[in-house]
Structures are given as structure tokens and as C-alpha cells.
């Protein structure tokens, strides 16, 4: 494993560092200061073409669709997005949950559902949403979903609620890719299909918006409870083939999550920087809070963490690159473990070392925080990664017995 940048990898990171100090940072104080939280600010239109016009555009996506960067390319680049979370991964669209859905597309949709949804989505011109999620059942079991898509003649019909479904508060947001259930009494992990759903479709509402912590998380478009009631959309809006949903969120909750932890370890870095300057700021009791034993502890435990984890990620990233996804399987999940806790932790103790400045909206602490601990919940809460890892380990062992 070889994780030093090449030549791509670095020409991207200067650029995009500097439009990071240029154009992110300066406007981070006002960007939610506009409108309800769920309009996205003015001023994000303006960055994504400042990013267009600098080439930082779609970095995420490999292949013709987008940059053509490998994961162990694209991961110094999300973290640097990830020191700035609300903004930078939207100014280059590179934000969940159009990521994802852009990668589903470009993998299974059909040639006339790239041209409607995907081509737009690629421009920026649109938002989208991954609608799987519902209130009734445990969720972190995929397979109990409950929402029901009917075949009736050249239509599908659907049926059922979602919830935290991120994006669809937007008012960008014009299509949903929906999971829900086409043949109940199927096998466990084919019962299930993906098809999209316009957003004006008839039947279809947006029943409230749901917010994380308190905060409208308006950098992800927002989370909505949905309503589905008989709400038809024709047969060539399904995506692959049925019974092909559960496979294909796999496929798209791989990489998501890698590029969830690769911004976490961005959000680590800058929670770790202002650590730093306020502990040299601040002096308690006679003396900087950057002499105190305790804070010291502090600095010193985050740099060997962030360190760890950036490695295991960069790992990760290098065995989707030369194994695939599922040789990676066992990485993937350690990430989605290991650096969410980590990352929480070290937030923990930036907002302890700057007292209540650090829970106000003064400092992107706060804010920095309720998003890593939202992350070990979504895409598969902790428990449910430890268990099945946790069973690749035994099975390992268990022809020895």
C-alpha cells in the first residue's frame, strides 16, 4: 500500500485548498443565516460555479460521468470538503444524498433515465433523494421495509411512509429513488426494488420536515417524512430489474460510506486546529489552558487518533480500488465503526475546551458534532456493522471447531 499523493492527487488538493480559503471559509458565518434552513442559501449557486470554472466538479464519481479519480484519489479531497461540511461538498457537488443516487444511475438506470435524471443531476441543476428509511419498522434491517410497490399493467403503484429521508425538504429536489417491497413472499433479500419517483407525482407528500438535534442539517437539503398514496409512475421507472433493490443499495451504501468517514477525518482536523488556538487563547486560573495536563492529553490523543483513522480509511479506499467493494467489505465496515466514534470524541473535547462558546453557534462545533453522531446511525447503525463483522471474524475460525 502506497498512500503517498501523485501527481493528480495533489495538482486537485492545492486547487481545492485554495478555493477552500477563497470561497468556502469567508462565508461560512452567513451561509445558514438565509431563510428557513431548507432554501439553500443564495451564495451556494455562486460557489458551485466558481467550482465548476476552477474543475472541482463531481470529483467523487469515477469514469466518464465524473472526474475519473480513484477512491484512494477522491479521499484527501473529501476531507478537505469535510473541515466545511455544510458547504464545500454542495459547492462541488459531491454531497449526499445525490452522490449516491448519481452513482446508482450511472451504474443501473437505463439510458433514458440517465438523459432525464442523471445528466441534470451532474449539472447541478437538480437535487435528489434516497427514500428507504421508514418509521414503522427497525430499519437497520433493510429487509423489513414495508412500503409496497404493485405492478398494475404498465404502471407501478406505491404505497407507504418514509422517514429522514435526506434531501427531500429542498425545494431542488425533483426526483426520489424509493425502495420499497414487489413480491413479499420472495426470498429475504429479493423482495425488495428501486424505482424513481417525480417529485409532483400525485399521491405523494411531504408530510413535515425533521430535523437532527435541532438543526434543519440544511446542507444535506433536509429531512422529510413522505407519504406514499397510490401513487403510480410508469414500469420504466424501475431501476435494474425487481426483486434487484436490495443489491443495489449495497452497492450504493459502499461507497457513501467511505465518503462519509473520509470528511469525518476533515471535520477531526478542523475541530483538532480549533482546539489548538483556543487552548493558546484562554488562560484560566493563571495559566494558558494549553499548559493544563488535561488539555494537553486532549491534542495529543486526537492527533493519534485522527492519524489512525485516516489511515484505515485510505486503506479502505486502496482495497475498493484494487478488490472492489466486497474485498473491501471488512474495511468498510471498520471505518463506518471506528470513525464516527473517534471523530464525536475528539469534537467532544474541542467544545469542552472552548466552555460554552463551544455549543453555540459561534464556532462549527456544535454543528460538527451533531453530525458525526447522526453518522452512527446512518447508513447502518454501529451495532448492526459490529455484528456482521463480528461473524466474518468467527467464520473464520469456526472449520477449526
Same mark, same amino acid.
Given at each position: 500500500?502506497?498512500?503517498?499523493?501523485?501527481?493528480?492527487?495533489?495538482?486537485?488538493?492545492?486547487?481545492?485548498?485554495?478555493?477552500?480559503?477563497?470561497?468556502?471559509?469567508?462565508?461560512?458565518?452567513?451561509?445558514?443565516?438565509?431563510?428557513?434552513?431548507?432554501?439553500?442559501?443564495?451564495?451556494?449557486?455562486?460557489?458551485?460555479?466558481?467550482?465548476?470554472?476552477?474543475?472541482?466538479?463531481?470529483?467523487? $464519481?469515477?469514469?466518464?460521468?465524473?472526474?475519473?479519480? %480513484?477512491?484512494?484519489?477522491?479521499?484527501?479531497?473529501?476531507?478537505?470538503?469535510?473541515?466545511? +461540511?455544510?458547504?464545500? +461538498?454542495?459547492?462541488?457537488?459531491?454531497?449526499?444524498?445525490?452522490?449516491?443516487?448519481?452513482?446508482?444511475?450511472?451504474?443501473?438506470?437505463?439510458?433514458?433515465?440517465?438523459?432525464?435524471? *442523471?445528466?441534470? $443531476?451532474?449539472?447541478?441543476?437538480?437535487?435528489?433523494?434516497?427514500?428507504?428509511?421508514?418509521?414503522?419498522?427497525?430499519?437497520?434491517?433493510? %429487509?423489513?421495509?414495508?412500503?409496497?410497490?404493485?405492478?398494475?399493467?404498465?404502471?407501478?403503484?406505491?404505497?407507504?411512509?418514509?422517514?429522514?429521508?435526506?434531501?427531500?425538504?429542498?425545494?431542488?429536489?425533483?426526483?426520489?429513488?424509493?425502495?420499497?417491497?414487489?413480491?413479499?413472499?420472495?426470498? @429475504?433479500?429479493?423482495?425488495?426494488?428501486?424505482?424513481?419517483?417525480?417529485?409532483?407525482?400525485?399521491? *405523494?407528500?411531504?408530510?413535515?420536515?425533521? %430535523?437532527?438535534?435541532?438543526?434543519?442539517?440544511?446542507?444535506?437539503?433536509?429531512?422529510?417524512?413522505?407519504?406514499?398514496?397510490?401513487?403510480?409512475?410508469?414500469?420504466?421507472?424501475?431501476?435494474?430489474?425487481?426483486?434487484?433493490?436490495?443489491?443495489?443499495?449495497?452497492?450504493? $451504501?459502499?461507497?457513501?460510506?467511505?465518503?462519509?468517514?473520509?470528511?469525518?477525518?476533515?471535520?477531526?482536523?478542523?475541530?483538532?486546529?480549533?482546539?489548538?488556538?483556543?487552548?493558546?487563547?484562554?488562560?484560566?486560573?493563571?495559566?494558558? $489552558?494549553?499548559?493544563?495536563?488535561?488539555?494537553?492529553?486532549?491534542?495529543?490523543?486526537? @492527533?493519534?487518533?485522527?492519524?489512525?483513522?485516516?489511515?484505515?480509511?485510505?486503506?479502505?479506499?486502496?482495497?475498493?480500488?484494487?478488490?472492489?467493494?466486497?474485498?473491501?467489505?471488512?474495511?468498510?465496515?471498520?471505518?463506518?465503526?471506528?470513525?464516527?466514534?473517534?471523530?464525536?470524541?475528539?469534537?467532544?473535547?474541542?467544545?469542552?475546551?472552548?466552555?460554552?462558546?463551544?455549543?453555540?453557534?459561534?464556532?462549527? *462545533?456544535?454543528?460538527?458534532?451533531?453530525?458525526?453522531?447522526?453518522?452512527?446511525?446512518?447508513?447502518?447503525?454501529?451495532?448492526?456493522?459490529?455484528?456482521?463483522?463480528?461473524?466474518?471474524?468467527?467464520?473464520?475460525? @469456526?472449520?477449526?471447531?
Amino acid at each position: 500500500m502506497d498512500f503517498e499523493f501523485d501527481a493528480t492527487t495533489e495538482d486537485y488538493r492545492k486547487r481545492l485548498l485554495a478555493f477552500m480559503e477563497e470561497h468556502v471559509y469567508p462565508v461560512e458565518a452567513g451561509y445558514h443565516a438565509e431563510g428557513d434552513g431548507w432554501e439553500p442559501p443564495a451564495v451556494l449557486k455562486e460557489l458551485q460555479s466558481k467550482a465548476k470554472d476552477a474543475g472541482l466538479w463531481n470529483l467523487f $464519481l469515477p469514469g466518464e460521468h465524473g472526474a475519473g479519480l %480513484t477512491n484512494l484519489q477522491y479521499a484527501p479531497l473529501a476531507e478537505i470538503t469535510g473541515r466545511s +461540511p455544510s458547504i464545500a +461538498p454542495a459547492a462541488l457537488n459531491c454531497a449526499a444524498p445525490d452522490t449516491g443516487n448519481m452513482e446508482v444511475l450511472a451504474e443501473f438506470g437505463t439510458p433514458e433515465q440517465q438523459e432525464r435524471w *442523471l445528466t441534470p $443531476l451532474l449539472a447541478g441543476e437538480i437535487r435528489s433523494a434516497f427514500a428507504m428509511t421508514e418509521p414503522q419498522v427497525a430499519s437497520s434491517d433493510a %429487509t423489513n421495509i414495508g412500503t409496497r410497490i404493485e405492478r398494475d399493467g404498465d404502471d407501478y403503484v406505491i404505497n407507504g411512509r418514509k422517514f429522514y429521508i435526506t434531501g427531500a425538504m429542498n425545494p431542488h429536489c425533483k426526483i426520489f429513488i424509493v425502495m420499497g417491497k414487489t413480491d413479499p413472499d420472495a426470498a @429475504r433479500h429479493v423482495q425488495q426494488s428501486q424505482i424513481l419517483v417525480p417529485r409532483d407525482t400525485p399521491g *405523494l407528500t411531504v408530510k413535515r420536515g425533521m %430535523t437532527v438535534f435541532g438543526y434543519a442539517d440544511g446542507d444535506h437539503g433536509g429531512h422529510a417524512e413522505l407519504v406514499f398514496e397510490n401513487v403510480r409512475v410508469p414500469a420504466a421507472n424501475l431501476i435494474g430489474v425487481e426483486g434487484g433493490g436490495f443489491a443495489i443499495s449495497q452497492a450504493r $451504501l459502499g461507497p457513501g460510506r467511505i465518503h462519509h468517514c473520509m470528511r469525518l477525518i476533515g471535520m477531526a482536523e478542523r475541530a483538532l486546529e480549533l482546539m489548538c488556538v483556543r487552548a493558546l487563547a484562554r488562560t484560566p486560573f493563571g495559566k494558558p $489552558l494549553a499548559e493544563q495536563g488535561v488539555i494537553q492529553d486532549w491534542i495529543a490523543e486526537s @492527533r493519534v487518533r485522527i492519524e489512525q483513522a485516516r489511515l484505515l480509511v485510505l486503506k479502505a479506499a486502496w482495497l475498493m480500488d484494487t478488490v472492489g467493494n466486497k474485498g473491501a467489505h471488512t474495511e468498510i465496515q471498520s471505518i463506518k465503526i471506528m470513525v464516527p466514534a473517534t471523530v464525536e470524541w475528539i469534537l467532544d473535547k474541542a467544545i469542552q475546551t472552548h466552555g460554552a462558546a463551544g455549543v453555540s453557534q459561534d464556532t462549527p *462545533l456544535a454543528a460538527l458534532w451533531a453530525g458525526a453522531r447522526t453518522l452512527r446511525l446512518a447508513d447502518g447503525p454501529d451495532e448492526v456493522h459490529k455484528r456482521s463483522l463480528a461473524r466474518r471474524e468467527l467464520n473464520r475460525y @469456526r472449520s477449526r471447531s
